[in-house]
């Protein structure tokens, strides 16, 4: 039981560039959430799902996107990567609204 | 939407003290706060929740007390040890709400010193 599994670990994009991180959980769990952490900003909101084949805005969307094709992988898209979007980023997944979230390890990324 | 306050920023204890951090959050109908902590370089993990039915509740040297009249609710831990030295983050959300999140506070670094 691996929990929740991110890939990859470190990436350095430049400006302009796309990437895709992948979560995976193997608990499964209905509701998947990608999440930012900057320095002083505590834990930010993304993009949500509440099941398979749905997504939903949270805080900050912008610049982002996500699919959620099989239960058990929600994926982070970004389209054109900006120093902004300079951030670890943390998937988590909760079996209900009713629960805490499972983390998975983060994703550092680096956009030069 | 929710707004999560959570105070102090830092918090320095020497080993054997207690530590307290407290959290406020703006709307009325949330009624899940759980706390995580998250070690240096590490995922942060759900260390206790409390629902809005009851006022307070505790694991071993952790206990998490909710004043739902005030909004506010609180993280205390006893007898500090090096180990419990980690940000700790708390969060709120409105589960019966439909689709639901949690939001954040912007963590509290808490230092314990031998």
């Known amino acids: 039981n691996a929990g929740v599994t991110q890939t990859p670990k470190f990436r350095v994009l430049k400006t302009g560039q796309s990437m895709t991180l992948l979560c995976a959980q193997d608990m499964n769990h209905e509701y998947m959430y990608w999440y930012r952490q900057d320095p002083g900003m505590g834990l930010r909101l993304i993009h949500y799902s509440v099941g398979e084949g749905t997504t939903a805005k949270g805080e900050v969307p912008d610049g982002y996107n996500v699919s959620r094709l099989k239960k058990q992988n929600f994926l982070l898209g970004l389209e054109s990567a900006a120093p902004s979007q300079t951030s670890v980023y943390f998937c988590?997944?909760?079996?209900?609204?009713?629960?805490?979230?499972?983390f998975g390890s983060g994703t550092r990324l680096t956009v030069v | 939407g929710e707004n999560v306050e959570q105070h102090p920023s830092t918090l320095s204890v020497q080993e054997g003290d207690s530590a307290v951090i407290k959290c406020t959050y703006s709307?009325?109908?949330?009624?899940?706060f759980p706390w995580y902590k998250q070690e240096l370089g590490k995922r942060p993990q759900l260390i206790i929740d409390?629902?809005?039915?009851?006022g307070e509740k505790k694991d071993q040297r952790i206990a998490v007390t909710l004043n739902k009249t005030a909004k506010h609710f609180s993280l205390h831990i006893t007898e500090t040890q090096p180990e419990d030295s980690a940000v700790y983050f708390c969060a709120a959300s409105r589960p019966n709400s439909g689709y639901s999140t949690l939001t954040f506070g912007k963590g509290t670094m808490l230092l314990v010193s031998p």
């Open positions: 988590a997944s909760s079996y209900s609204i009713r629960d805490g979230y499972t």
């Open positions: 409390i629902r809005s039915n009851v």
């Open positions: 709307d009325s109908a949330s009624n899940y």
